[in-house]
């Protein structure tokens, strides 16, 4: 569907965000100018509440040079978890730190828990499926993978509402659940395993798997899955990161949805890069909203009001209110370019704190030596680490205990709405924590 926006009515309600959970240093506001029709309850009541009082910077990241192209022009075809690398060319953070991060633009879900129309709710939905990816642009480094059993907790419920555990499923393939709760009236879950291929001149990788976001007061149950990243510049150049594809979201209750695309880089087109577009139907496929952005800027929303044919029938002309902007991406901390293009978040996922659980990825060593910069050593420590993972297999599989690896907080469940079968939160983590009860983990580092 191609869409021209036509004429433009007086805008009906603006709502800004301009600031994340009370974490940040600069607290912002969101607000609203207009006739308040739109929901935009969100405000930092407990703004201020741990302010500064986590870390804005880690050790710069070292400049030992090395050529990725020298480490796997052999390995064409290969998925990447198959390909053996040096630290060199790690993030300091799990892959289980990483999908955490998806958890960055969560006011956006706040928001939508609290608007009142569902397609409203959708809107803000689909600016937070696409927030994710705010960040990839330059972070060109790959994430630690995760041993078996390794777990990340990330509990904001003082600052930004929510909890959230993460679990390394299984091994091969490589696989992770995660489970989000929030008192501020959602809940969100996933698991995923990554498609990955190295193709000469560019690496691929696409996350499988799909997340579901549950409203806790309507129920209403969203569904979507992730595009495409592409790594370019293998062979020459500096690395970048291009999103494309398309996800599709949906309500299952309402059955209203929305498309999204997001539209590959192309050295002839005169379109922005990074674009995203898509159109929020409701449930007789009727379009009421448009959203058009970028993912590493910001998304516009804008309401139709009327459609008509255009001449030849072939292209829709929309009338439509005035856009207002859904999502803008917070600025990077300060340095950034020398601390992995770490968003302000990102920085703070790997500092110790007490209590989380022994197999908690902040605990890694070989992670904690990579982000002190001691890659040597941090690369000795995750063979030891990748050693004693194998050996664990090896004793289970043919060993007398001959059992099979079952994950600690999470189990199999078939999902009504989708039919698949994947690994939901069972509960009992932050039971353990306050309890402070790990008996039942394994030892893993
Ligand atoms: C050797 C080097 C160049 C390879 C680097 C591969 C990196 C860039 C790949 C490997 C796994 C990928 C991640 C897999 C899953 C997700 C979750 C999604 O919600 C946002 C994108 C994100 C976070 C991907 C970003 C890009 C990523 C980190």
């Not at 370019?232 to 498309?259: F, Y």
Request: with cysteine.
């Amino acid at each position: 569907m191609e869409i021209l926006t036509t004429v433009n009515d007086s805008p009906a309600f603006i709502t800004v965000m301009t600031s994340g959970c009370a974490q940040r240093r600069v607290s912002g506001i969101s607000h609203s100018v207009g006739n308040g029709a739109h929901p935009n309850k969100w405000n930092q009541e407990d703004d201020g509440l741990r302010t500064g009082r986590r870390r804005s910077r880690i050790p710069e990241k070292p400049n030992h040079t090395l050529s990725l192209w020298s480490v796997i022009k052999n390995c064409l075809g290969k998925e990447l978890s198959k390909i053996p690398m040096p630290v060199n060319f790690n993030e300091p953070l799990s892959m289980l730190q990483r999908l955490t991060e998806d958890l960055e633009y969560s006011e956006l879900l706040d928001m939508a828990a609290a608007c009142r129309s569902s397609l409203d709710q959708l809107c803000y939905v689909a600016a937070f499926s696409a927030s994710s990816y705010s960040t990839t642009a330059n972070r060109t480094t790959k994430p630690f993978n995760p041993l078996l059993g390794e777990t990340y907790e990330l509990d904001r419920l003082e600052e930004c509402g929510y909890r959230s555990i993460c679990e390394q499923v299984s091994h091969h393939p490589p696989a992770a659940a995660h489970h989000v709760w929030s008192q501020r009236g959602w809940s969100l879950w996933q698991e995923i395993t990554i498609d990955s291929k190295f193709c000469g001149k560019c690496i691929s990788v696409t996350p499988r798997g799909t997340i579901h976001l549950q409203f806790h007061s309507s129920g209403n149950h969203y569904t979507w899955s992730k595009v495409t990243s592409t790594v370019h510049n293998i062979i020459l150049g500096k690395l970048w990161i291009d999103q494309s594809g398309d996800i599709e979201i949906i309500n299952h209750v309402t059955k209203e949805s929305c498309q999204l695309k997001f539209s590959p880089y192309s050295y002839f087109s005169r379109d922005v890069s990074r674009k995203v577009s898509g159109v929020v139907m409701d449930s007789e496929n009727v379009a009421c909203f448009i959203l058009s952005g970028t993912w590493d800027d910001k998304i516009d929303c804008t309401k139709i009001i009327g459609s008509s044919q255009a001449i030849g029938g072939q292209k829709t002309l929309y009338k439509t209110e005035s856009p207002w902007q859904l999502w803008r991406k917070y600025p990077l901390p300060e340095n950034a370019e020398n601390m992995y293009y770490f968003s302000s978040l990102a920085l703070t996922l790997n500092e110790l704190e007490e209590g989380v659980g022994p197999t908690d990825s902040r605990l890694r060593p070989d992670q904690r030596l990579m982000e002190a910069g001691l890659w040597s050593e941090a690369s000795a420590e995750k063979q030891r680490l990748e050693e004693k993972q194998r050996e664990r297999r090896k004793r289970r599989e043919g060993g007398v205990e001959g059992e099979v690896h079952w994950p600690l907080w999470f189990e199999r469940r078939t999902d009504p709405f989708t039919g698949e079968n994947s690994f939901v939160y069972k509960g009992g983590y932050w039971e353990a924590k306050s309890s402070q009860d790990w008996s039942m983990c394994p030892e893993i580092f």
